[in-house]
Structure formats: C-alpha cells, structure tokens
C-alpha cells in the first residue's frame, strides 16, 4: 500500500534572527541565508523580506503565491519534484511539514513588460474583514518581495518567483529534521470496500498560455490530455500554480499543498465513501472541440478509477468554466453522479445569473461565494509587497472599497477551504 | 405613549370587493373605508399601537397595462399618508395581482424608502419583482387569510426595525433574485462530500446554486446575397489604438468605442493593441489582425466578397462583464450599426 507518512510541526511564532532553527513552535530565520538562497538565480534583483503574523495590522500586496514549508525527510523521490530536484515523484514516504507558516512571495510585473497590460492584484490583510476570508491571514507569513534585475518575460519572470517560493518552503522546512513531531499523520488510499460508493475528484485548473499556468512535477499543463495523479503526490508538491490570474479564484500553491477536498476525501476513506484518485485536467484550452475532447478524456479517466461519483472543480472565469461544465457532462452521461465547487459571478448587486454558461446535467453546485461583492479595505498600519495598490496611485496600506474578485487571495477558492458561500436574499 | 404605526394597505379590486375580472380595469383609488382583508389587518396591528390610515386600490389589468401611470398615482397616495409600513394584500396563486403587488411594494421601498411587505405563492412570476421590498411565501390558493396578514405584519415590523438582515431562507421570506455573501461555519469541502454521496445513493439533495435561466435568442435570417451586403467588424477582445486613449477597461467591461478603420488594410502592430486582462496580450500585440481580422475583410471586399466593409469597428471588454452590461451594450452597438445601414456583424471574443 503506497502511504506517505506526515510529520507535523507547528509553527506559533516567527521572527528573524541570527540563524534559522524551529524550536518549540518558533521558527526563527535568517535573513541572509534566504536571501543567499534566492540569489542563487541569477536573474533576481531586489529583495526585500518581512514578517506578518495574524492579526497585524498589516497587508500583503502583489502576492504572486503563498506555499506551506514542506521538505521530504525519508523514501525516493522528492518535495516539489522538478523544481528543486530531479522530477521524479512518489506517492510513498515520509515529509515534515509546518503548518501556521507560510512562505508569500510578491512581485510585481515591469509596465513595458509583454504580455499584460495590467497586473491582476492580490493582497492578504492580516486583520479586518478581509482576513475572515484569506486562509494566508491566519498564518505566520515570511513575505519576499522579489523583482527581476533586467526586463523578463512574463512566463520567465513567474517562474523566477514561483522557484524562489519553493525553495525557501523547503529550506525553512529542513530544519525541522531529526527532531520529534508534535503529530503525525498517515495518508493512503488503500483497498475499496465494496459497500461503499466510490468517489473521485477532478480538479480543473488554470492552463491558458505560459503565463497563466500550473505545473505538474515542473512540466507545463498547457496542451496535455487530462491525467491521473496520485494524492500523495500532490501533499508533496507536484501541483504547483504559476498563474497570473485573479486574486480570488486563483489557485495557490498552498491551496494544492493543503487542498481542502483531498483532506476531506480523505477523512473518511473506508468508512463512508472510497477515495479512489484524482484526475487533473488543464483548462483554458483554445477551441471548443479540444475543451470536448479533455474533458471527455478526464470522465473516462474516472471512469476507469470505477468512481460513483466526482467532485469537479474550476479554476478562474468564464473560459475554464466550459471544461468544467463539460467534464460533469462527460461524467453524468457515462453514469458517474457529480458534485462541481463553484464560484460565482453575480455582479456587485448581487443580481446578475452566477454563471455565464450552464449545461442541464449540472444539478449539485456548492458555491464559494460572489467573487463581485464589493468589500471596504480598511486602512492599515504597513504594508509589504509593493508601495500601491496595482494600477492606482493609492498607497498600498491606505483604504480602497473593491470586489473581492481582483483583491482577496484565495477567497472564493474553488480548491474547497473557502467559507465564503452566497446566499438567496 | 410611543408613536402610533401608521400603515397604508393595498388591494386589488378582487379584495376590495369591486368586482372580479370584469372590473379588472378599475383604476387606482383611495378607499374610503376599511374593507376585507384591509378590515382583518386593521384588527391584526391594533394591538402593536398601529391603525390602517389608508387604503388603496387597483385593478389587476389596469396595473398591467398601465403600469408606470398606476405607480405614480398610488405612489402619491402613499406619499401622502406618509405611512410607517406599507402592506400589499397576498396575491397566493395569482399572477397578475402577484405582479401588481410586488411592483408596487418595490416601489414604495426604493422610492419612498418605506418598509413594504406582500405575500404570494413562491412560484408567483411577482416574485422576482419584488426587490427591495419582501414577499413571504403563501399556498397556491387563497386560503388563511388572517394567518398570512399577521405573519405579514410581524415581519414588516421586523423590516421596519432593521432586524431582517438574513438570507431569505433564514429569515423565511421569497428570494428575490439577489444573491449575497456570507460566511459559512463549515467550509465547500466539507459540504460537498455529503451532498454527493446522497446523490450517489439516490437519496434527496439541494443545489446550493440554481442554474441560471438563459434567454434563449432568436437568429435573424442570414444575409441573402453578402456581395451587396455592408459589413462591420466588432470585438469583445479589447482591440484599441495604442495607449487606449478612451481608456476602455481591462475588465469589468461598461464601455464600448468606435474607432475608424476608413482605408486602413490591416491592424499595424505597433498601432493597435489589446488591454484585456483575460488572456496573454502578447500574440495580439503582435499582430492584431489575429484578434479581429481586417486584413481577411478588406481583401474579400476588394474581391467584391462582400459588398462593403463598414468603415469603423467597435470595441469593448467582455472579461468579467456583467451579463446586463453586455446586453446593454449588445442593444446600442446593433442600435448604431443599423443606423449607419449595416447589414451584417463579425463579432469576434476571447
């Protein structure tokens, strides 16, 4: 039976210090070694490293990606296969892991740069309203702001800050070795139990063009057909976001990391549901027959897990909406029953239809919330990340009123730890 | 003593006891007296300190058919009373009294800024007119009466003190087609396992989001003979002259602009541009006939393919767009292109 084996290490406090250690729920940093670290890309030029902690009145913008310090500590393969380490992954071993830390890189895109007009924003408050609904407000955030030396392509310039966030989640994570956990957690799939239905999941995820991307053990999902992944890998790291989408229904490493559907699926496997895998089909593609063609593919792939039924999840607006919808098609018409996580976009009134295509066989949809909903930013003491918000002259800690769609990292998440959720008023 | 609530009731002329479909036309007046369910109300709200000042009356077809010049003469009636709450008899099963009832509640609310109530059948077309005001939900047919006049009132005193502040479903009154936030105690992962497993055993299950109604829209008849045929070109793909000089928006598409293409054979790079924020601009930049294809247009003009291409194209944003904006948008862009004898639209998206 193929069993990765966690180690928990909880982090209650960081602070920066003469060198990098954990010890009894503090993980202390060094400044320089990261900054060595980050440097070792040749390509990086300003550096600028902070602290945030939960309830702080301080907010984080330009956040590129937010990931949980993981390192694998015993078995073949490695953590975050194909960015820091040959791309060989393993759904079986053992890794330490440090939840209530984070690692939040920033950056911030050049405005002759090639590809975007405008830079999409995403911040995280680490109090007021919008910490409610950030998952990253609630943890010990080491926050790198990191910008290129000469101008980069976007897809060069992502991957730069996507590696330095890897890498600095493993190192922090390193120093966790040989010592005693404070909890361990095991995670397999183990043999189905035929009295019980058999569920799957489907994440759909952002892979549009270079520059709106996932990658699966380092490889791009633009342009692949739909395949099987193992949870286990995905705990360790083999999902990784790189994708310069909108702030609140963008998947971020972390969300992959700590996905809220494969925990629950997990929780319990054996006693009322068999998790029998996952399937990971790019969305965004070009022309609708292909979008027919992968998610016919992916349905097949569930099928071939025997699953009874698949939660299906989107990543983004309009155009990935398709591949989902067309994926619970696929599975509903080979007999496979679907449940789809769902954002919605209902206008800043609250009036408009939630989505803007639909297909009959769609019947089941939690929702995540309205990403339109407007929210008040309240002023706060400092701000990290970048000096405005995003294509405004307003100083990034001063107070703005906007939609939690272009602002909230993460809060209508399709990966299943929003709370956020509309209702009929 | 506190204030006494004054109340204006408002019924159809079923209720008022005028007549039935045959005086369906009767047009808005003021009661003298206090009559059928505006009679029962009365009784209901004596012990809140509250009396039914007023009562107003419509017919169900002269509502419909006249439906601006029946609000403004009820909603100076209103006004005059300047009531403390607003009640409209429950129309249960009935459309067009369910319509009338709901419009005028809305109204009362949005324009007068008065707590109103009504109540009708949940599946009562009324109902989704109702917003900002509420209806509470009733059977199909009329029946209960009093039931549901002091169910209305005890919810309209809760409007009226601001303590109606949850979703429809908690507060028990008819959605109204607005959907808000709000914080759930257990996250969408935690609630979507269940859901399917129930669907997956064949046992009863809830949406927690209602596929939306799409209007369907009709086709116009294709263009008979496109030789003689005047052509435009338009995009939801953000194509603008360099540097957006209107600042058409990168999404959240409100705006829409012409620019002319009069003896222009392509989009120049380096002169034109997208700023839409849904897609990697970079291949558009590059060349933008990719995103609306000019070049292809005018060579089949040249060729007599087409009659004529129009001289101007229109642009706006269709990422993050609100369905009324780009249907808003739609109506005038096809508004003007008829105007200046267009035949016939490429409409190019993302």
């Known amino acids: 039976m193929l069993e990765l084996v966690s180690n928990i290490y909880e982090v209650r406090s960081i602070a920066f210090g003469d060198s990098t250690f954990y010890k009894e729920g503090v993980l202390s940093i060094n400044r320089a070694e990261v900054e060595a670290l980050i440097r070792e890309d040749e390509n990086v030029g300003e550096i600028t490293l902070s602290l945030t902690k939960p309830g702080d009145s301080a907010r984080i913008v330009h956040v590129w990606d937010v990931i949980e310090p993981r390192t ?19 759904a079986e071993g053992t890794m330490n892991r440090m939840p209530g830390a984070a690692v939040v890189t920033c950056t911030e895109y050049s405005p002759d740069s090639d590809a975007y007009t405008v830079q999409c924003e995403s911040i995280i408050d680490m109090s007021g309203p919008a910490a409610e609904i950030c998952p990253y407000s609630q943890t010990n955030n080491l926050v790198m702001e990191i910008l290129p030396r000469d101008k980069m392509s976007i897809p060069e310039h992502n991957k730069m800050v996507t590696k330095a966030g890897l890498k600095i989640a493993k190192y922090l994570a390193d120093v966790t070795i040989g010592q005693v956990p404070s909890k361990t957690e095991t995670y397999a799939l183990g043999k189905k139990d035929p009295n019980l239905p058999n569920v799957a999941l489907l994440l759909v995820v952002s892979g549009s063009t270079a520059a709106l991307d996932t990658y699966i053990n380092g490889f791009s999902c633009v342009g692949i057909m739909p395949t099987l992944i193992h949870p286990n890998e995905i705990l360790q790291g083999s999902l990784v976001a790189s994708t310069a989408l909108v702030a609140s229904i963008k998947n971020f490493t972390y969300d992959y990391q700590n996905n809220a559907l494969i925990n629950e699926l997990f929780k319990d496997n054996g006693v009322k549901h068999n998790f029998v895998g996952v399937v990971v089909e790019r969305g ?96 706060m003491e400092v701000a990290y990340g970048g000096k405005t918000w995003i294509a405004t002259d307003v100083p990034s800690n001063k107070a703005i009123k906007r939609s939690i769609y272009d602002t909230v990292a993460s809060a209508n998440s399709m990966l299943g730890h929003a709370k956020l959720k509309a209702y009929d008023y | 003593m506190a204030d006494q609530i004054k109340v204006v009731f408002y019924m159809n002329q079923f209720f008022a006891g005028i007549g039935g479909e045959e005086k369906a036309d009767q047009i ?18 004596k012990e809140s300190n509250a009396e039914v000042v007023k009562t107003v009356v419509c017919g169900d077809s002269f509502f419909g058919e006249n439906e601006e010049q029946a609000k403004k003469e009820l909603l100076g009636m209103i006004k005059a009373a300047s009531p403390d709450i607003f009640l409209a008899s429950p129309a249960f099963g009935s459309g067009r009294n369910g319509v009338a009832t709901a419009s005028i509640c809305s109204a009362v609310t949005q324009e007068l800024g008065i707590p109103a109530v009504t109540a009708m059948y949940p599946d009562n077309p009324g109902s989704e007119l109702v917003y900002p005001a509420y209806a509470l939900p009733t059977s199909n047919r009329a029946e209960k009466m009093i039931n549901v006049l002091e169910d209305m ?38 609630r979507v396992l269940p859901l399917l497993l129930s669907k997956i055993k064949g046992e009863a299950y809830v949406t927690e989001v209602a596929l939306p ?7 116009p008849k294709p263009v008979t003979n496109m030789k003689k045929a005047t052509l435009a070109l338009v995009t939801e793909g953000s194509l603008v002259p360099f540097g957006n000089p209107d600042k058409l928006e990168s999404w959240w598409g409100e705006h829409w602009y012409k620019y002319s293409i009069e003896g222009l054979d392509d989009f120049e790079k380096g002169k034109y541009e997208t700023i839409h924020a849904g897609f990697e601009n970079a291949n558009i930049d590059d060349d933008p006939d990719r ?27 269709g990422m993050e767009t609100a369905t009324s904006s780009a249907k808003r948008m739609g109506r005038e862009m096809a508004e003007f292109l008829r105007s200046e004898g267009v035949d016939a639209a490429i409409v190019t998206g993302t």
């Open chain 2, 213 to 219: 109604k799409h209007d369907a829209v009709e086709a």
């Open chain 2, 291 to 317: 995103l609306l294809p000019l070049d292809v247009a005018r060579i089949a003009e040249k060729e007599g393919r087409i009659g004529k291409l129009f001289d101007i194209y229109l642009t706006t944003t």
């Open chain 1, 72 to 90: 694998k500590v015993d078995g073949p393969g490695a953590i975050f296969p194909g960015w820091l380490d040959a791309p060989i992954s393993y």
């Open chain 2, 153 to 190: 009132w005890d919810f309209a005193l809760k409007v009226k003190d601001g303590e109606v502040r949850g979703s429809a479903a908690r507060e028990n009154y008819i959605p109204r087609g607005v959907r808000k936030n709000e914080v759930d105690e257990s996250t969408a992962a935690e």
């Open chain 1, 284 to 379: 965004y593609a070009y022309e609708y027959d292909d979008k027919v063609r992968l998610s016919s593919h992916a349905a097949n792939l569930i099928r071939h897990l025997e699953a009874d039924g698949v939660i299906i999840t989107s990543e983004g607006g309009g155009n990935i909406l398709l591949e989902t919808m067309l994926a619970c098609r696929e599975c509903e018409e080979r007999g496979i029953k679907t449940a789809i996580v769902m954002s919605e976009f209902c206008g800043h009134q609250g009036t408009g239809s939630p989505f803007v295509d639909s297909v009959p066989e769609a019947d089941l949809i939690v929702s995540t919330g309205n990403t339109e909903e407007l929210m008040e930013f309240p002023e």
């Open chain 2, 28 to 45: 808005p007046i003021e009661l003298e007296e206090l009559k059928g369910p505006a009679l029962a109300l009365s009784q209901v709200i």
